[in-house]
Structures are given as C-alpha cells and as structure tokens.
C-alpha cells in the first residue's frame, strides 16, 4: 500500500508530459494514445502530442494496426542505447568478467539441472511434486532467460568497444 501512496505522490508531482514520457518507456506491448491517456490521467491529444515527440525522439516505435495506431518502445534503438551506457559505463575488461561470469552461470545451471535450455528445465517441473523445488527451477529459468537476453548486448559491447571508444572521445 505504501508504494501505492508513493507512487501517486510522485505522479502528482510529474508534469503531465513527464507522465507521459514515464508511461511511454516502460511499454512493452503496443497501446493506443488513447490507454496511454487513461493510465496518464491526460486528454488523448494531450498523450498523442508526447507520443508523437518520442516517436521523433526515436524512443518509440508507432505502428499502424488496421484503423488503430498504437505506440511502443523502439527496442533496437533501446538495444543501442544499452550498449552505448556499458561502453560507457564498464571497462572492457569489466564486460569481459560480466559475459565470462553470465556464461559460467549458465553452464552450472546446464550440468546441475541436466538440461539445455530455460525450456528444458522448465518442461522439467512437471515430473516434480516438491513446491520448493518447482518453485526454485522457476525462478533458475527466468533468470536463464534474461542472461540469455543480455549476453548478445555484452557481446555487442565488448564487439564495438574500440570504435565506440573512439568515436566518444570529445576533444577539447
């Protein structure tokens, strides 16, 4: 309930283009100026003004669906800026220890559950009955599936360092 209360405090401190922006990043499937108006508290032109300057912004992605035009994040620009912010933010050698650790991870979950895939080890839960177990194989594949999702970005990172590296440096 406090995050409840901690939420609503913080949207009515948020401008409605700020409400927008905030609603508008975090869309992971497609919706109308219209559901993003609603879950802003914002008339639909009012949606549809943002929505449009992040689709300039190349932030979002507008899809036409029939008569309706629906709005979502452009992952491969999110994809790029994510590897942008680890070039940025980690050393080579940081990404290298990350990408070595995710793999070596994935290898130990491989040898301790038999399996060679998140799907794998998920279809495994039905020859349970231990609700600890069940509930423990769950969580090991998620977390296999965002490892699986991250390592192509590290890879892409580590890939383009040096260009990134050198096409960053600001003279002065």
């Known amino acids: 309930m406090a995050d409840d209360t901690e939420r609503d405090d913080e949207r009515a401190s948020m401008t409605r283009g700020e409400r927008v922006r905030a609603a508008a990043r975090t869309l992971r499937t497609p919706r109308t100026a219209s559901w993003i108006a609603d ?3 914002v008339s639909v032109k009012t949606a549809q003004k ?5 689709v ?3 932030v979002l992605r507008k899809i036409e669906q029939g008569d309706q035009t629906l709005y979502c994040v452009d992952q491969l620009m ?12 980690h050393s080579r050698e940081e990404l290298t220890s990350a990408l070595e650790s995710m793999r070596t991870t994935i290898t ?3 040898t301790t559950y038999g399996v060679e895939t998140p799907g794998e080890l998920r279809a495994s839960i039905a020859d349970l009955d231990d609700a600890d177990e069940i509930e423990e194989r769950r969580e090991v594949a998620s977390e296999w599936e965002h490892l699986d ?4 970005v590290v890879q892409a990172a580590l890939t383009e ?10 003279s002065v």
């Open 149 to 152: 999702d991250r390592i192509p």
């Open 50 to 54: 943002y929505l449009d300057q992040l």
């Open 161 to 170: 360092y040096d260009w990134a590296t050198e096409r960053d440096t600001i």
């Open 39 to 41: 879950e802003t508290d």
């Open 108 to 110: 130990d979950w491989q």
């Open 78 to 89: 999110a994809t790029y800026r994510e590897v942008a912010s680890l070039q940025r933010e």
């Open 56 to 58: 300039a912004d190349n």
